[in-house]
């Protein structure tokens, strides 16, 4: 099974009301924008939608109402990972139609071997048909999905892709380099998507682009056609937003640029806290400039 999601994907934020409830109408909102923005597929309910503070009804919820507002557009990913192996294949088997692919993360807090990350996978690619992308990320997990790890792992069937947050350029090449034909690595690092994607990385799960679809997309289809010099002014003009949103934590600062543009509340679920006053205003700052400029 060949890598079918390439470009600009978006792992959108799950807005919030100010009593905590989900905002349905400004996530049908942030769908259309990035369906009006050049987006080429959606992530909905990875750890930049606070999945960790969802109920499974809530993520179906939220689920739903994107695919009603896509009606069809753009392919849909859904985030459906988590450390009890068992417990992720039973959820794998219960989706519900309409969705394109499944993102799931490496098991974290436990810290398996290798070996167990294999086996892991396995079995959860056994209980789904869909193509899985996986995800490393060990500044949340706690530990590294190695390049060999990762390539033993293309060889499964319906695994598709890695989205690749290692941080380590020397690592996501490797993996490039000796990657099967119709295996696809994406940025998981939103500041280094440009140059990764100059050494063959096929596109980005991006969280900068909930905000600013319509610059990152046109920085990531400008990078994968060749044209160098037009993604590099949109890598850069994109450089110091880029910054001040993780700079706090992920997803505070995103939502603080999308309620600028009037989309959302900035509204976050505990743990997770708002960003300070003086970030805030750097951040609005900022998101006026690439808005209005």
């Known amino acids: 099974m060949n890598n079918p999601f390439t470009g600009s994907g978006v792992a959108l934020v799950t807005p919030f009301n100010e009593d905590l409830t989900v905002d349905f109408a400004a996530l049908k909102k942030l769908v259309r924008y990035q369906i009006d923005s050049g987006t080429d597929f959606l992530v909905v309910q990875g750890t930049t939608g606070e999945s960790p503070v969802l109920s499974k009804e809530e993520k179906f919820e939220v689920l739903k109402a994107v695919q009603e507002e896509n009606n069809g557009q753009l392919k849909i990913v859904f985030g459906v990972g988590g450390n009890n192996t068992i417990e992720v294949g039973k ?31 396995k079995y959860i690619a056994s209980c789904t048909d869909l193509p899985i992308i996986l995800y490393n990320v060990p500044g949340r997990t706690g530990s590294n999905v190695l390049p060999e790890t990762t390539l033993a792992l293309a060889e499964i069937d319906n695994i598709v892709a890695m989205k690749e947050a290692s941080g380590s350029m020397e690592q996501i090449m490797e993996i490039v380099m000796k990657a099967p034909e119709g295996f696809g690595v994406l940025s998981g690092d939103d500041a280094i998507t440009m140059p990764l ?41 994109l450089f110091s937003v880029t910054k001040m949103l993780f700079e706090e934590g992920n997803p505070g600062g995103v939502k603080v640029a999308l309620a600028k543009q009037g989309i959302m509340k900035p509204t976050l679920r505990m743990p997770l806290y708002p960003v300070s006053d003086g970030l805030k205003n750097r951040i609005e700052l900022e998101t006026e400039r690439l808005i209005t400029g």
Do not use: C, W
Request: no cysteine; glycine share 8%; net charge positive.
């Open 91 to 121: 959820l794998l088997k219960a989706l519900p139609n309409g969705i394109d692919g499944i993102l799931s993360v490496s098991p974290y807090y436990n810290k398996p071997t290798q070996r167990g990350i294999i086996e892991h996978y």
């Open 197 to 237: 994607i100059t050494t063959g990385v096929v596109g980005v799960i991006s969280v900068v682009a909930n905000a600013f679809p319509k610059k990152f997309s046109d920085m990531v289809h400008d990078a994968m056609n060749g044209d160098i010099a037009a993604a590099r002014k949109n890598h850069y003009d």
